[in-house]
């Protein structure tokens, strides 16, 4: 007779998480699996004050200056579309971005297009970072050299210079197109004394789900001059990436990733980590 698996536990263990869009989601989760959580919003979303960038893109879409067009986003994918209809029907852009190749990096994009009948011409694999984008935009070299392309890319927030200067190194010549920003918080207080108990070693298990809340999350750290602190409790507390594009800016500041979830949904991130934190905090802290 088998014994029946137990159920995945945080075991009572402190859990932060600075995710804002689904931040009620997330929270929910981690209480579900047996976690003390605190969701602190590190970032909210902004449109641009002025979609000039955006609005020229389009002017030159119509003008068909681009070869190849990047989508990166699903939320920017969707707000381009908004922008462009501001001076251009919705069937003239469709038909424009039509007589472009064009690529997305992950599903979310992919659905949007999908659902505008935009025909998609490279889907960069799993794990979705811009280095599987650019090796899908290579493995169609033979329909569309990179090499002289002009190519759009859509940006979000922080703009993912390794990428840029790739598509530069392979001959591209690379127009940004940044949609929208994030800003931090209209109230600092709530991220700013999350980070203050993450750097007093009051939290166990830090969840990322995108890189630009490590980039808000140490700005805050530096502006209270706690960066020290914080580098030294996170190095004894458990560090969870939601995937590979945020765990490459986690490395970039010298943070361990401890874990990533197998798929970059919020579900096998919280479940999956609900299953190994507690051996990783173990681990981690008698290492230390």
């Known amino acids: 007779m088998s014994t029946p698996q137990s159920s995945p536990s945080f075991e009572g263990l402190r859990v932060l998480?600075?995710?804002?869009r689904r931040a009620n989601e997330v929270e929910t989760l981690i209480r579900t699996y047996g976690g003390l959580a605190s969701v602190v919003p590190a970032l909210r979303e902004v449109a641009l004050e002025s979609n000039v960038p955006a609005l020229d893109f389009v002017t030159r879409l119509m003008q068909d200056e681009f070869d190849i067009t990047i989508f990166l986003t699903g939320v920017g994918t969707r707000e381009l579309f908004t922008i462009a209809q501001q001076?251009?029907?919705?069937d003239a852009v469709i038909a424009a971005l039509s007589r472009t190749k064009v690529v997305v990096r992950g599903p979310k994009p992919l659905a949007v297009l999908r659902e505008?009948?935009?025909?998609?011409?490279?889907?960069a694999a799993e794990p979705n970072t811009w280095r599987e984008l650019l090796a899908?935009?290579?493995?169609?070299s033979a329909e569309r050299p990179i090499r002289g392309a002009r190519v759009a890319v859509q940006e979000y927030g922080v703009s993912n210079e390794e990428m840029m200067n790739a598509l530069r190194d392979?001959?591209?010549?690379v127009t940004p197109v940044p949609v929208y920003r994030w800003a931090?918080?209209?109230?600092?207080?709530?991220?700013?004394?999350?980070?203050?108990?993450?750097a007093r070693g009051e939290i166990d298990v830090?969840?990322?789900?995108?890189?630009?809340?490590?980039?808000?999350v140490w700005r805050i750290a530096q502006e209270i001059h706690i960066e020290d602190e914080l580098r030294r409790e996170l190095s004894r507390a458990v560090i969870a990436s939601i995937g590979p594009t945020t765990s490459e800016e986690l490395r970039r500041h010298g943070l361990s990733v401890d874990f990533e979830a197998s798929h970059p949904k919020f579900g096998s991130l919280i479940r999956e980590l609900a299953e190994r934190s507690a051996g990783l905090l173990?681990?981690?802290?008698?290492?230390?």
């Open 17 to 20: 998480s600075f995710e804002s």
């Open 206 to 216: 830090v969840i990322f789900t995108t890189g630009v809340q490590l980039v808000h």
């Open 184 to 198: 931090l918080p209209e109230d600092v207080g709530p991220l700013k004394a999350a980070i203050a108990a993450t």
């Open 87 to 90: 001076a251009h029907s919705r």
């Open 136 to 140: 899908a935009i290579e493995a169609k």
């Open 170 to 173: 392979a001959g591209a010549i």
């Open 282 to 288: 173990r681990a981690k802290r008698h290492d230390a």
């Open 116 to 123: 505008l009948r935009v025909p998609v011409w490279a889907i």
